[in-house]
């Protein structure tokens, strides 16, 4: 016990001693100071030039001179309060290594009260562990008591937050966690209040927390709001989940988040929101979904996928900035995220229909551009952003929907319609006709080209069909990037005219040779 007393006074005194007085001008320190140094250059403890730098001491600096150096009862006169002030010409600042020193002494005097308010921390700390354990405060004053000292710690926060901002966000996150975890105590430890105003309190500690960090602009301090309110469920669950109420909880608490990035411009938070509510969701999903819950499940997860790819783009549609990877990434994630968590809910009752899904995102996403294309016209990455996740789950479409030959024929002509589109658009989408292309190429030489010879008919067989397709749409698609050429004079669109062509001739050699071997 004595050493905890004993901490608790050294960072007292600390605190004290090394604070920055307020009562003291610039100008009495400064004189002090430099009638302090006069006296250790004359004791020869240090010399004018290691106190200044050699050659750089300052025009009427202190004098070595003993006449002039003045002694150390006229240092305890000049600061006895019981004398009348003098005025007494101030030497100037140094301005070189003096300058240095100074700042240097200002430097270590924040971190030793730094260290003279955790030696506080410390020693409060285990003076209630002790009396803790000692029963000396009950469960009750237990709770009330971390309620006082977290807010407390906020309280030090707003004061520090004046002279030292840095340390303030360390009060004021300390004092936030030391509220949700006095209500916690109160709810899952002691039984002293239910879970309905367990929830609302942690409710209302997250609002607060929001609120300071508007204040202080430290999106630190949101991020202590976000874990404390993703936590909050997980820290009052009990065996019985209100599933309705939980998913509406994460909902609203995914828009506050989103709408605090948004007016902060804190980008980090939307991905640290996005992977709170995979987690949240993802452990309500594996632990008490059934197929009772279907229809229920698939309207919050299309209702989370809506509002984290509308902040995606509200960043942008109100202003200048364009968007990054970062932002396709989350769009990307979120997209493939959705589609295959309904695809996997929806499959076993309504497998015949699962291609309106994708197609569904599809339709989602090329409104989605074309929004961007009349809002922003010159942010071309909110158009290309939407259209590329189009052209993305249009090309799921098929295989989900389709089987066989029709998958291969299926993103031959969406590759062709969509060098269409960029043609009456003449946009550089155009680009996007190649890797759809490429992959029906891929299909058709890995899967399509066997025929069984039982029923074959030389010319009239479906692979000959698909290869004919597949020459009809690289002559178009290279006519396209021909067009293109023509207009912007772009090397690089003749060139992929040329491959497109050669696509075309190497598939009818490879077509009759088929043929004929068959």
Same mark, same amino acid.
């Given at each position: 016990?004595?050493?905890?007393? %004993?901490?608790?006074?050294?960072?007292?005194?600390?605190?004290?001693?090394?604070?920055?007085?307020?009562?003291?001008?610039?100008?009495?320190?400064?004189?002090?100071?430099?009638?302090?140094?006069?006296?250790?250059?004359?004791?020869?403890?240090?010399?004018?030039?290691?106190?200044?730098?050699?050659?750089?001491?300052?025009?009427?600096?202190?004098?070595?001179?003993?006449?002039?150096?003045?002694?150390?009862?006229?240092?305890?006169?000049?600061?006895? +309060?019981?004398?009348? +002030?003098?005025?007494? +010409?101030?030497?100037?600042?140094?301005?070189?290594?003096?300058?240095?020193?100074?700042?240097?002494?200002?430097?270590?005097?924040?971190?030793?009260?730094?260290?003279?308010?955790?030696?506080?921390? %410390?020693?409060?700390?285990?003076?209630?562990?002790?009396?803790?354990?000692?029963?000396?405060?009950?469960?009750?004053?237990?709770?009330?008591?971390?309620?006082?000292?977290?807010?407390?710690?906020?309280?030090?926060?707003?004061?520090?937050?004046?002279?030292?901002?840095?340390?303030?966000?360390?009060?004021?996150?300390?004092?936030?966690?030391?509220?949700?975890?006095?209500?916690?105590?109160?709810?899952?430890?002691?039984?002293?209040?239910?879970?309905?105003?367990?929830?609302?309190?942690?409710?209302?500690?997250?609002?607060?927390?929001?609120?300071?960090?508007?204040?202080?602009?430290?999106?630190?301090?949101?991020?202590?709001?976000?874990?404390?309110?993703?936590?909050?469920?997980?820290?009052?669950?009990?065996?019985?989940?209100?599933?309705?109420?939980?998913?509406?909880?994460?909902?609203?608490?995914?828009?506050?988040?989103?709408?605090?990035?948004?007016?902060?411009?804190?980008?980090?938070?939307?991905?640290?929101?996005?992977?709170?509510?995979?987690?949240?969701?993802?452990?309500?999903?594996?632990?008490?979904?059934?197929?009772?819950?279907?229809?229920?499940?698939?309207?919050?997860?299309?209702?989370?996928?809506?509002?984290?790819?509308?902040?995606?783009?509200?960043?942008?549609?109100?202003?200048?900035?364009?968007?990054?990877?970062?932002?396709?990434?989350? @769009?990307?994630?979120?997209?493939?995220?959705? @589609?295959?968590?309904?695809?996997?809910?929806?499959?076993?009752?309504?497998?015949?229909?699962?291609?309106?899904?994708?197609?569904?995102?599809?339709?989602?996403?090329?409104?989605?551009?074309?929004?961007?294309?009349?809002?922003?016209?010159?942010?071309?990455?909110?158009?290309?952003?939407?259209?590329?996740?189009?052209?993305? %789950?249009?090309?799921?479409?098929? +295989?989900?929907?389709?089987?066989?030959?029709?998958?291969?024929?299926?993103?031959?002509?969406?590759?062709?319609?969509?060098?269409?589109?960029?043609?009456?658009?003449?946009?550089?989408?155009?680009?996007?006709?190649?890797?759809? %292309?490429?992959?029906?190429?891929?299909?058709?030489?890995?899967?399509?080209?066997?025929?069984?010879?039982?029923?074959?008919?030389?010319?009239?067989?479906?692979?000959?069909?698909?290869?004919?397709?597949?020459?009809?749409?690289?002559?178009?698609?290279?006519?396209?990037?021909?067009?293109?050429?023509?207009?912007?004079?772009?090397?690089?669109?003749?060139?992929?005219?040329?491959?497109? @062509?050669?696509?075309?001739?190497?598939?009818?050699?490879?077509?009759?040779?088929?043929?004929?071997?068959?």
């Amino acid at each position: 016990m004595e050493y905890l007393l %004993f901490l608790a006074v050294v960072g007292i005194v600390g605190y004290l001693v090394f604070r920055s007085p307020k009562h003291v001008g610039s100008a009495d320190s400064g004189l002090v100071a430099n009638r302090l140094a006069s006296l250790l250059i004359q004791k020869g403890i240090i010399t004018k030039d290691e106190l200044y730098g050699a050659g750089s001491a300052p025009a009427g600096a202190l004098s070595s001179d003993p006449e002039l150096v003045p002694t150390t009862d006229d240092i305890y006169q000049s600061v006895s +309060p019981l004398t009348t +002030p003098q005025s007494v +010409p101030v030497a100037p600042a140094p301005v070189a290594k003096g300058a240095a020193t100074a700042t240097e002494f200002a430097f270590n005097t924040k971190w030793l009260m730094l260290a003279g308010i955790i030696a506080i921390l %410390f020693g409060v700390g285990f003076f209630i562990k002790y009396s803790f354990d000692n029963n000396l405060i009950g469960e009750t004053g237990r709770v009330i008591l971390g309620l006082i000292i977290g807010l407390g710690f906020v309280g030090a926060g707003e004061w520090f937050y004046r002279k030292y901002p840095k340390y303030a966000f360390f009060l004021t996150g300390g004092g936030i966690a030391i509220l949700y975890l006095s209500l916690y105590s109160a709810f899952g430890f002691y039984q002293m209040i239910d879970q309905l105003t367990a929830f609302l309190g942690m409710i209302l500690i997250t609002l607060f927390s929001v609120v300071l960090s508007v204040r202080y602009n430290s999106i630190a301090i949101a991020g202590i709001a976000l874990l404390g309110g993703f936590l909050t469920p997980v820290l009052v669950s009990s065996s019985t989940v209100n599933d309705i109420g939980l998913l509406t909880y994460i909902a609203l608490l995914d828009l506050g988040l989103l709408a605090l990035a948004f007016f902060r411009n804190w980008k980090q938070l939307v991905w640290g929101t996005a992977v709170g509510t995979l987690l949240l969701v993802g452990s309500w999903f594996f632990g008490s979904y059934d197929t009772s819950k279907l229809f229920m499940t698939e309207f919050y997860f299309t209702l989370y996928w809506a509002i984290f790819t509308a902040s995606t783009l509200v960043f942008y549609y109100f202003n200048d900035k364009k968007p990054t990877n970062g932002d396709f990434g989350l @769009m990307l994630f979120t997209g493939l995220l959705y @589609m295959s968590a309904s695809y996997g809910i929806l499959y076993a009752d309504y497998s015949a229909y699962i291609g309106l899904l994708p197609l569904f995102l599809t339709a989602v996403y090329t409104v989605i551009a074309l929004i961007g294309s009349n809002a922003k016209k010159e942010t071309k990455e909110l158009v290309y952003l939407p259209v590329g996740m189009a052209v993305l %789950f249009l090309t799921l479409v098929f +295989p989900i929907q389709f089987d066989g030959y029709w998958i291969t024929i299926a993103w031959f002509v969406e590759a062709g319609v969509m060098a269409w589109v960029a043609h009456l658009l003449r946009s550089r989408i155009v680009s996007y006709s190649i890797p759809i %292309f490429a992959l029906g190429l891929f299909r058709l030489f890995a899967f399509d080209t066997y025929l069984s010879k039982e029923n074959f008919f030389l010319i009239f067989n479906e692979r000959f069909v698909v290869f004919a397709v597949a020459i009809l749409l690289a002559i178009f698609v290279a006519y396209i990037f021909h067009t293109f050429y023509l207009s912007t004079k772009i090397r690089e669109d003749l060139h992929k005219a040329a491959s497109f @062509m050669a696509i075309a001739n190497i598939l009818v050699i490879c077509a009759g040779m088929f043929e004929i071997v068959d």
